[in-house]
Every structure is written in structure tokens, then in C-alpha cells.
């Protein structure tokens, strides 16, 4: 197609297409957030670099672009490729600056003219705004930053090409994305160190990813990747901490995590040997010991191996380490006025539950490796005290259908056991939900928000929040300025969300339908279900329906008493007497299992339990994982799915 030149434009996105399919919603999707963006069209353009697409896609896009004067298609060879796409887009945009986004990803309505206009006001080279995946928050995203620095603001856990470029800095220092592996991180790396202004947006979500499509690669080209991106970090700085920080991080998270975990010890021997290989030649060219300090000491023990040519020994560290997680405990949920306080505590266990311990020698703290290391990990390396110390509980809130997450305040501290010189570590502390501004001052959007928690400092991974034995609250209380209800819940798999603004009365009193309980007399059954707020009225009226699962499906209806509780303090009940009969009839429960609803106002909002009956006319509860219809959590989300977004 025709250029059109546009003068005046202040941004241009540039997308890198290849064979989306004609029906791909995502795609679909895409395409429509880059049309329907706030600022003027005549202000923005969007270039869709097609890499030789064969379905269909070359002439959905040049229909676009028929009528859409912003929108240009460009028509490449194929390549195999998006860094040609994204090459060839940078060389003919016109914007001031130019945002790079993939075809499966989503941009927010505003966030062109967002980013646009904190761009020009902090004059960056580079501006990153807030993304959202399917992974924890990133702490670049704490604030908003008019200056970020690439190491003290974590600007490495942002590697990928999803940023706003100033034009003229990217010609200025000739960046394209070079013809070979990990080419996003080495324009990215380069982009931050030679760029004099890096600035965040964090305060309103830009773009929403999606999960990358790209395979990892083989040994061979991660090995010239890494090279490649060690040479760009040496050509953009000097000898000395920032470079051997970075040299670390990247070596650490695109090398050295490939040595770990089930993956790695279950591939076929000659992609373990390949990758192995290219690994120790890396570490002996270009990683000496000196940085080894600026690694966790399981990976100081992998790279120590590396050096030491121990293959195997690599495969028995990877295996020890299998299943090695953390786990969380809930101690106490309760309210403060109309603040959610979470007490938690979290800690490493291996695979099969157990803690991991640490030894004890003058007074420091001692990693043992689970495989022979004799003169490979001396003292000073082996020592994870100053990792403890810094050690700290983080918990954060992720919203269950659009992926939004934010850290909350926790106060807490590190605890130890000793026994026998051993001694045990964990974190612990309370977490802070306060719906009126837990999204960085602002009041989170209504829905389902699930509740993670990790060990900063001694473990990458995290964790959702296991229902304990113990009975805990589940009341709820009218909160914010806008006295929307919220109530913590927990899933049918046991794990702790909490809802904001339940759609119903029904939906409600379904959030927390897990912790539902039987009690038997005079050949009735009396099903108890927490209610979490019942209103001042009483709330409406209300049955328990129960329908069964297999013989005749037969259903029933019978009438439920809704007793209040003390908001924020204690939970209301909703009661439900039901005959029972081990032969069973039209009017009472018999033998197999039943799957529970509640109605209200003509409308039926399933329950997260089930109830099976014996055939001598006992009740007892499923739990929702085990009854007929697992998943509801889900569904529930999806039924407060009205996502006004800012």
C-alpha cells in the first residue's frame, strides 16, 4: 500500500504481525484497542509490519487501513522473525515517539496520550509504562518515576520491547533490534544505558501482555545471545559494580535458571549436554568467580559446577531441588474499621513439605548443598546471612480476570528456630487491604482479587494463601467512601481472594459458600452457609435449592433463615431445614449426591459445595473441588465482570 504521511504525529505504535488468524479474539482485540484510543487520530498512527502472513490477515489489515488514515500496513518477506518487523517499522514511523507493542497484547484506551504526555513533560528518552501479565507486580511499578535508575528502580524485570522511544534517541544511538537471540534484550539493555532520561508510569495500567509466543532457545543460541548482550553491556559501561550487577542478572535469569527445576533434570540428555555445554563455556569466558557474590547461593552453586565441569552433578542439584516451594499460612483475617488485616507468615519447604534448614557456624548462617561440593563453595559463599536480613514477607492483590496486581503495606519481621545447630527461617507479618486505595491510592475496581504472597531476598517463586483448619472470619463490612461491601473468601481449591462489591445478596453469600456445615435432628438435615453482611432489612427472601446429580435429577426447593451477624466481626448464617429419608421421595434428600443453589428474587446463584447422603441417611459436605461442579469461584468472577477501567 501507499505511504501516508502524516504530519504532526506524536506517537506511532508499530506491531509486528505473522499469521494471527482471522478469528483470534486476542488479535482481534488488538487491533480494536489501537483504534479506539483517546488521543486524535490525526495525533497517532499505527504500523502493522506483516512478516508474510498466509491467513488472511495481509487483507483484514489493508481493509483497516482503506479507512483508516492513521493505520499503515507494511508488506515484508517473511522472516520467521518479529525483529524485522519492528526494524523496518522504526525506520518509516513519524511519530515523536514510538511505542512497540505485539499482536497478541492490549493497550488501555488513555494510554497513548498517558504515556505521551508524561513523556514530553519529564523529556524521556524512554518511558515505561505500567504492563500487566499473568505474574506477580514488579517493584519498578512502586511509583511513578521522572528519573529511574536502570539497578535502584529494577528496570532489568522490565526486559521486554512493550516502551515509549523517543524518535530522535533512537536514531541518535542507532538502535535496532540486532539479527540474533535475546535481540529484545539487548535493545532494551542498550536503550536504558545509553538513554538520559528512563521514565515510569506507574499509576495507571498501559498495556496488558500476553504470554510470550517464543520458545526458549537451544543452548547454542543462548549462548550467542548472552555473548551478544554481554558485549553491549560492556560497549555502554565501565568496569566496576553496575556493570558486574548486570552482567549477573542477565546471566542469572536467562542461564543459570535453565539449569534448575523438573524441566531441566526431565529433558532429553543431549538438550541437557547442548545447554551444558554452551553454559560452561559462557561462565569460563565471560563470568569469572568475582561475580559470583552478586548471585543467590543456590545459583552460586550452579555456576561453581559449571567451572568444575560436573554435569551430573547438576542434574542430582536440580533434582534435590525439585518441588523446593514456599508455603504460607493464614493466622488471623479480621477487620480495622474498613481495613482488611491479613496475619501471615511464609516460609521455604521442600518437596515433600519439610523446611529447609540452614546450619550455624560462628554466627552466620550457612547454606549446605544437597549434593558434594567439597572446595567449591567455601565459607564465604556458602553464607546467606546478609539474605536473611534483608529477607521480607511481600504480599499482593491480583485481580482474577484482568491480571492487575499491587502490592500491600505489611509490616512484619523474620523469625528463627534452632535446633541442634540448624535452624529454620521464616517471614511473617500483617498485610494491609484498604479498598479505597490499595490500587496506588486509588480505590480498586470491583471483582475478584486474589491474595499471593512471597519471600523477597532468599526465594524467586510465590504462593497463594492456603485456607487453614481453623474456622476463620469471613464477615464483611460496607467500605470506602462509596460503602461498597467487601468480603474475603476463599476458592474452591482453598486459596484466599477477597471480593469488592459482590454483584447480589446471592453472590455474596456464594463467595464464602465453602465453609458450609450440616447439623442433623429428627430426620432433617439443617445446612448452615456463612452469610458475610446481612443489611439492616434482613436482606430478601431466600431458598435453598438442591438438585440432584444422578438417578432421577430431582430438585427441591426449600425456604432459608437468614440470621445477621456483627459486620466486620462476625458472620451471619443462612439456615435451611431439609428432610432427609434413606429411601428418598419428591419432598426430601435421598441417597447420592446433591448440588446446592441459592434463589433469590426468581434467580439461582450456585453454591461452592456439594452434599452427599448415605444410603442409612447421613449428610455430609463435599468440598467444591470434589462436588459435581468444580470451578464456581470462576464463574463468580466472571459474574461481577463489569470492568469500568480508568
Not at 511505542?99 to 513523556?119: K, S, T
Not at 519498578?140 to 529494577?154: G, M, P, S, V, Y
Not at 568467580?289 to 552478586?294: G, N, R
Not at 547438576?314 to 493466622?331: I, Q, W, Y
Request: proline content about 7%.
Amino acid at each position: 500500500m501507499g505511504v501516508k504521511v502524516s504530519m504532526g504525529v506524536k506517537v506511532s505504535v508499530v506491531v509486528p504481525v505473522f499469521n494471527p488468524g482471522l478469528a483470534d479474539d486476542a488479535f482481534g482485540a488488538c487491533v480494536r484497542s489501537l483504534l479506539e484510543q483517546s488521543l486524535p487520530p490525526e495525533d497517532y498512527e499505527v504500523i502493522f509490519a506483516d512478516d508474510g502472513s498466509t491467513d488472511g490477515t495481509r487483507r483484514r489489515l489493508d481493509a483497516i487501513a482503506a479507512i483508516r488514515p492513521n493505520v499503515r500496513v507494511l508488506h515484508l518477506d517473511h522472516s520467521g522473525s518479529p525483529a524485522r518487523g519492528r526494524n523496518v517499522g522504526l525506520s518509516v514511523a513519524h511519530g515523536e515517539y514510538v511505542y512497540l507493542l505485539n499482536q497478541h497484547d492490549r493497550l488501555e484506551p488513555g494510554a497513548l496520550e498517558r504515556m505521551y504526555g508524561m513523556a514530553v513533560e519529564t523529556d524521556a528518552d524512554v518511558l515505561v509504562g505500567r504492563l500487566v501479565d499473568d505474574g506477580p507486580p514488579l517493584s519498578a511499578f512502586a511509583e511513578n518515576r521522572a528519573r529511574a535508575d536502570i539497578l535502584r528502580d529494577h528496570l532489568l524485570t522490565l526486559p521486554t520491547a512493550h516502551k515509549l522511544f523517543s524518535r530522535d534517541f533512537v536514531e541518535s544511538q542507532h538502535l535496532r533490534f540486532p539479527d540474533r537471540p535475546l535481540s529484545e534484550q539487548s535493545f532494551v539493555t542498550k536503550a536504558y544505558l545509553a538513554a538520559k532520561v528512563v521514565a515510569i508510569l506507574a499509576d495507571e495500567v498501559c498495556c496488558h501482555l500476553a504470554r510470550a509466543e517464543e520458545g526458549q532457545p537451544d543452548g547454542e543460541a543462548l549462548y550467542d545471545g548472552l555473548r551478544g548482550l554481554f558485549d553491549v553491556i560492556d560497549s555502554h559501561t565501565e568496569p566496576g559494580l553496575e556493570r558486574d550487577r548486570i552482567y549477573a542478572h542477565w546471566f542469572r535469569v536467562l542461564g543459570l535458571r535453565r539449569l534448575g527445576g523438573g524441566r531441566f533434570v526431565d529433558a532429553p540428555f543431549e538438550e541437557r549436554t547442548v545447554l551444558y555445554s554452551f553454559l560452561r563455556q559462557l561462565t569460563v569466558e565471560r563470568f569469572p568467580p568475582s561475580l559470583d557474590v552478586h548471585l543467590p547461593v543456590h545459583q552460586r552453586a550452579r555456576v561453581a559446577l559449571l567451572r568444575d565441569g560436573r554435569p551430573e552433578a547438576l542434574v542430582e542439584l536440580a533434582e534435590a531441588f525439585r518441588g523446593t516451594r514456599l508455603r504460607a499460612e493464614l493466622r488471623d483475617v479480621r477487620w480495622d474499621q474498613s481495613v482488611l488485616i491479613l496475619d501471615l507468615s511464609v516460609e521455604i519447604v521442600r518437596g515433600d513439605g519439610t523446611p529447609l534448614w540452614f546450619r550455624v557456624e560462628h554466627g552466620r548462617l550457612l547454606w549446605t548443598p544437597p549434593v558434594p561440593m567439597e572446595g567449591l563453595l567455601d565459607r564465604e559463599t556458602a553464607d546467606v546471612s546478609e539474605a536473611v536480613d534483608k529477607a521480607r514477607m511481600e504480599v499482593y492483590i491480583r485481580d482474577a480476570q484482568t491480571g492487575e496486581t499491587y502490592f500491600l503495606p505489611v509490616s512484619g519481621a523474620v523469625g528463627r528456630a534452632v535446633v541442634e545447630g540448624q535452624v529454620r527461617v521464616w517471614a511473617s507479618g500483617e498485610a494491609r487491604l484498604d479498598v479505597g486505595s490499595a490500587a496506588l491510592g486509588r480505590p480498586l475496581c470491583p471483582g475478584l482479587w486474589e491474595v499471593h504472597v512471597r519471600m523477597r531476598g532468599v526465594h524467586p517463586g510465590r504462593t497463594r494463601v492456603a485456607r487453614p483448619d481453623a474456622q476463620m472470619n469471613c464477615a464483611g463490612v460496607l467500605a470506602d467512601e462509596s460503602r461498597r461491601l467487601v468480603v474475603p473468601c476463599w476458592s474452591e481449591r482453598g486459596e484466599l481472594s477477597v471480593c469488592v462489591e459482590p454483584k447480589s445478596f446471592a453472590e455474596s453469600i456464594a463467595l464464602v459458600s465453602s465453609r458450609a456445615s450440616v447439623a442433623h435432628q429428627d430426620g432433617h438435615v439443617f445446612v448452615v452457609v456463612p452469610v458475610p453482611y446481612v443489611p439492616p432489612s434482613g436482606g430478601p427472601a431466600a431458598e435453598l435449592v438442591l438438585r440432584e446429580q444422578d438417578g432421577r435429577h430431582r430438585s427441591m426447593a426449600v425456604p432459608a433463615l437468614v440470621e445477621p451477624g456483627i459486620p466486620g466481626r462476625l458472620a451471619g448464617q443462612l439456615i435451611a431445614r431439609v428432610p432427609v429419608s434413606r429411601l428418598g421421595g419428591e419432598d426430601c434428600l435421598g441417597p447420592g449426591t446433591w448440588r446446592p443453589s441459592l434463589r433469590v428474587a426468581e434467580k439461582d446463584v450456585e453454591l461452592l459445595f456439594g452434599l452427599a447422603v448415605g444410603r442409612g441417611g447421613q449428610v455430609r459436605v463435599l468440598p467444591a473441588g470434589v462436588s459435581p461442579a468444580p470451578s464456581l469461584l470462576r464463574k463468580i468472577a466472571g459474574r461481577l465482570g463489569y470492568r469500568p477501567r480508568r
